[in-house]
Nanobody
Framework: QLQASGGGLVQAGGSHTLSCAAS?????????MGWYRQTPGKQRELVAT???????DYAHSVAGRFTISRDLAKKMLHLQMNSLTPEDTAVYYC??????????WGQGTLVTVSS
């Protein structure tokens, strides 16, 4: 189970942090966690992912502005977002998957960036 939090209203140019807590029996088998986002009428898109090894990957649109981090002991995932623009406005989803390919999704948290 994934529980995302931290959505809200942010001014353009500002910073904001999202968090996601993993729980349940499968949480110990998670190999990759990440953040996706979706706006009305568009497909859900990858924002950033982080493997247990520490390897990270970012969408081109957020690289250099967003930082994904993970606390393995606390089973928490964070997304630090800097230099936000109105184009970053979206519902952000936390994702986790196991080596066997099982995917889990959080409930989504809305981030609105005002110009």
């Amino acid at each position: 189970q994934l529980q995302a939090s931290g959505g809200g209203l942010v001014q353009a140019g500002g910073s904001h942090t999202l968090s996601c807590a993993a729980s349940g029996d499968d949480s110990s088998r998670i190999s990759t966690m990440g953040w996706y986002r979706q706006t009305p009428g568009k497909q859900r898109e990858l924002v950033a992912t982080r493997l247990n090894s520490g390897t990270t990957d970012y969408a081109h649109s957020v690289a250099g502005r967003f930082t994904i981090s993970r606390d393995l002991a606390k089973k928490m995932l964070h997304l630090q977002m800097n230099s936000l623009t109105p184009e970053d406005t979206a519902v952000y989803y936390c994702n986790a998957h196991t080596p066997s390919g099982t995917h889990y999704w959080g409930q989504g948290t809305l981030v609105t960036v005002s110009s």
